[in-house]
């Protein structure tokens, strides 16, 4: 096959010597954009005949985001070098396909295959950017057409090293980003050690947002691809809109966490959790939908985020926070770097060594001074801690005389107040008798003394008789009336007897008689009953009778039975006291 011949629109070939061990090809280069991507060979050669191939403009090999293919050609010449052997490098390392081929001067043609959409082992050199071997024999021309269709920015900066200046290269590249990750891991372990042990919300949102900006670099630097996921096209392609919708809301959480948003600024708060908001539907979306749609959007939408943030700065600085000072400096670095590093992306500026590595510069010194920032966070809230304890300090002693007052004054109320309460739990709301419970607590009590002293001990039932009739005829606040009667006089009578009077439920009661057999309690229950026979209950301008059924029973305290079953015998023999006609005394 004939060698390819060139019209006047062709650029000046490469020549290589002896003196030079590295060349960058935009200067020699001519490009042909296939719109259609379908073009093969032949086609593209047909093109670079007929002149369709034009100078790079500016000799800028960034093209933005592009459909179809670029075609780069450029004419390589060994004029007197000893290598005859070059590493065409193309120094950006998300492009999914690169084609070159190297037609010499017999006509034959050596094709080469790279890209993050064919398996890294492929590559000639394992080397995070991809990179092919290209033959330049001397005295020899090679003409180079390489073929680069992406779904990320169309940026095709190539360079020629001879194989001594790629190891050199490669060794100060990998010198620079080793010890670019070595600060970034040196503030995560620094700044992890600080949250473990201060537990502060910025700390956790500061380590998220390095480790996954640091996921960024890594995959824009190839480093992912090299190392994590060397044969999954699609890890190469969608960590990256992926690792920047995670570390931009790693950007506005730590944001409005440092600045304290929700208390110096609810608009800011409300407008940075909207950005969030957005960068987390975006990321689902870049898992579902294909790399072209998502990619400039996430790129596009890093420079106004990050804008946002110095507004949110300003305006907190404005409002008197100081810790904000050298968070805005941190920023502006960032958005500096990250903004030429969007840029290159959308062709917007040309591609050298401050553009496209201003984001690592960038973020390096960003992340340096967030940390210097949040220790003199820590510090200023330490400092203000040490203020108020101080001034406590300073006004305790004049204040202790009074508030050690107060606060006996309170224990002194609080432990009348807790008597009350004791107290009002013991006894029954309407009769102001003891309750049913207090009750049980207390007849415990003196069964127990009965069987130490082996004294006897007796209890009544008592049930005033026909009291829902009274309740129905009069109502039932006579009814209370009555029940507050009987339970006064029943008291009054009981009294001399040192009783343990309380109300049962209803219109029931019961009283203990310590020190009394059934015989003496027999005769306290009648003169109980008679006495309520000849005291009737005055109700406003009503006297109503109020006589009680009683039953007796003296508990034996040789035996081991339960309140409970005492109770019962008391209940019976107040039954039997009911069956017989009511207002009587009965026992068992």
Known sequence: MAAITFNASAQAPLEVTAASSQHPLAPHTSYYHDVSGTDDLAATRLKLAEGAFKPLPDQNPSFGFQDGAFWFHAQVINRDSPDDRWLLVQEYALSDRIDVYATYADGHVVHSAGGDHLPFSQRNIRYRQPNFWIDVPRGQAVNLLVRVQSESSMQVPLRLYAPTAFIEQSRDAQFAIGLYYGILLALFTYNLVLWLTLRDASYFWYLFHITAFGVVLFTLNGLGFEYVWPDSSWLADHMVPLSICLALVGMQQFARNFLELKQRWRFGDRVAVGIIAFFLLLFVAAILLPYRKVTPLASAAVFPSICWILVETLVVL???????????????????????????????????????????????????????????????????????????????????????????????????????????????????????????????????????????????????????????????????????????????????????????????????????????????????????????????????????SIGVHSVDITARDSIESALQVADQALYAAKAEGRDCVRTL
């Open 318 to 548: 404005r409002r008197g926070y100081k810790p904000a000072r050298l968070f805005l400096l941190a920023w502006f670095l960032f958005l500096l770097g990250t903004g030429m590093f969007s840029a290159i992306a959308f062709n917007l500026v040309p591609k050298n060594f401050i553009t496209e590595y201003g984001v690592q510069l960038g973020s390096a010194l960003e992340m340096l001074l967030l940390s210097i920032a949040l220790g003199y966070r820590y510090a200023a809230l330490r400092n203000e801690n040490e203020r108020i304890v101080r001034e406590a300090r300073d006004q305790l002693e004049t204040k202790v005389e009074q508030r050690t007052f107060e606060l006996r004054n309170a224990l002194v109320q609080l432990e009348d107040a807790h008597h009350r309460l004791s107290e009002s739990s013991r006894y029954d709301g309407l009769t102001e008798l003891y309750n049913r419970t207090h009750f049980r607590e207390a007849f415990e009590h003196l069964l127990s003394e009965a069987r130490t002293s082996n004294r006897p001990i007796s209890l009544l039932m008592i049930d005033l008789d026909h009291f829902k009739k009274i309740n129905d005829t009069h109502g039932h606040l006579v009814g209370d009336d009555c029940l507050r009667w009987t339970s006064n006089t029943m008291a009054e009578l009981l009294a001399p007897h040192g009783a343990l009077l309380a109300r049962f439920g209803g219109e029931e009661f019961i009283a203990a008689l310590p020190d009394m057999d059934l015989a003496r309690a027999s005769a306290v229950a009648e003169e109980l009953r008679q006495g309520l026979n000849r005291r009737p209950c005055i109700s406003g301008n009503l006297v109503i009778p109020v006589s009680a």
